[in-house]
């Protein structure tokens, strides 16, 4: 029995980048040698084991065949006379499919070590067509590691599989856990472009249209800002023109988290508005097109939910900087004087005095009121 670091922290160390999750491959052991040992199975279709005191990740050597479309579509053999090159071989990329033991011996049998140096992204072999899963992979591997190319071999056995339908055959779930994963890395761009280039993005995503990458650059930037994924989602999804029928026709299909769904759709509903407003406010001094009406001002807040959900109006505003290059500063400030003025306005009061349809009617006057008597509103 002998145990291997593999994977990704083989990779991350000779890139001297930091190690976050640790896997490891057992070679020469058997499952009930393992629980002996303290070891605690988890795995209910590979077999995995959690280290005793670490909680690490243990797989036993193993290898696969494909039987059905799909990445659920294999049966897995594992036992003690699985040898590490032969686990090693089933990985997606040579940078992947590197082990290293106790005493920092990198085993390499597939010049993993050699594309690191050489900056590419290689499938391993033949057995890659078998997961499409690695399509996505491939494509977030990109995003992450930004100077890192795409061999045109493995480009090419991308396309054949998307052509192949092995791409249709992905769950939704899946499917949106690698492209949320490379939507926060270093250059989300990078993953559309390659998922573009072997024809997978227009099954993953065929309501965008190949003018969606006009956003892509805004993806980098939201990077560098640092936002959150509902940014960043929604700013991938804002695509010129795209309905909201669209947004949520695809969303569903992906299962995308709410709070993403809810922002992209809150980008197209309301954006255009705000980016409007902004123009208006920065029109020339003295002008009076650049004094909004105080309607104007509500209509927005209304519409964005902003009083009940203020934090979301933060990320649209986020979100709507991303997208037009730069904050929308101007009304953005006028938007926050306004929306602390409604809040001075006592709903619930009102609600005691008035019956039906004419409570909120009050309630929408009361604030008109008071944003038509703020000074800071006039301009």
């Known amino acids: 029995m002998k145990i291997y670091g593999v994977g990704g922290a083989v990779r991350d160390r000779l890139l001297d980048l930091p190690v976050v999750d640790r896997d490891f491959v057992v070679v020469g052991a058997t499952a009930e040698e393992m629980v002996a040992l303290g070891y605690q199975p988890v795995g209910r279709d590979f077999p995995v084991f959690l280290h005793p005191e670490t909680h690490e990740e243990y797989a036993l050597a193993r290898t696969e065949r494909k039987t059905a479309p799909g990445y659920r579509g294999f049966v897995l053999h594992a036992d003690p006379s699985v040898t590490l090159e032969q686990d090693l ?14 005493e920092g011996l990198i085993t390499d049998p597939f010049g993993g070590q050699r594309d690191l140096k050489a900056r590419v992204l290689r499938h391993v072999g033949p057995a890659f067509v078998e997961d499409p899963v690695r399509i996505l992979r491939v494509a977030r591997f990109a995003a992450r590691f930004t100077d890192f190319s ?7 056995l991308m396309g054949q599989m998307v052509r192949a339908g092995e791409v249709d055959a992905l769950v939704p779930e ?34 965008l249209s190949e003018a969606a990458s006009c956003s892509w650059s805004a993806l980098d930037a939201c990077a560098a800002h640092h936002r959150v994924l509902p940014v960043r989602s929604a700013v991938w999804l804002a695509e010129p023109g795209l309905s909201e029928a669209a947004i949520a026709s695809l969303a ?26 902004n123009a208006l406010l920065n029109t020339p001094l003295n002008s009076p097109l650049s004094v909004p009406r105080p309607e104007h001002l509500l209509e927005i807040l209304e519409r964005s939910d902003a009083l009940r959900r203020t934090a ?54 009361a604030r008109l009121a008071v944003l038509r008597a703020a000074p800071e509103l006039k301009g």
């Open 89 to 102: 071989e089933r990985r997606d990329l040579t940078i992947n499919a590197m082990a290293e033991d106790a």
């Open 174 to 207: 899946r499917i949106w856990q690698e492209l949320a994963r490379g939507l926060m890395e270093d250059r989300p761009s990078r993953m559309f472009q390659i998922l573009a280039q072997c024809e997978a993005l227009g099954r993953i995503a065929p309501e």
């Open 150 to 156: 795409v061999a045109p071999e493995t480009l090419e």
């Open 312 to 365: 979301r109006f933060e990320l649209l505003l986020q979100t709507l900087g991303e997208l037009e290059g730069e904050a929308p500063g101007a009304a953005a400030r006028l938007l926050d004087v306004a929306l602390r003025l409604i809040r001075t306005v006592d709903a619930g009061a009102i609600a005691r005095t008035k019956t039906g349809a004419d409570i909120a009617s009050a309630i929408r006057d």
């Open 252 to 277: 569903e299909r992906l299962r995308l988290p709410s709070e993403c769904t809810e922002l992209a759709l809150l980008t197209v509903r309301t954006g255009p508005a705000i980016t409007a407003l």
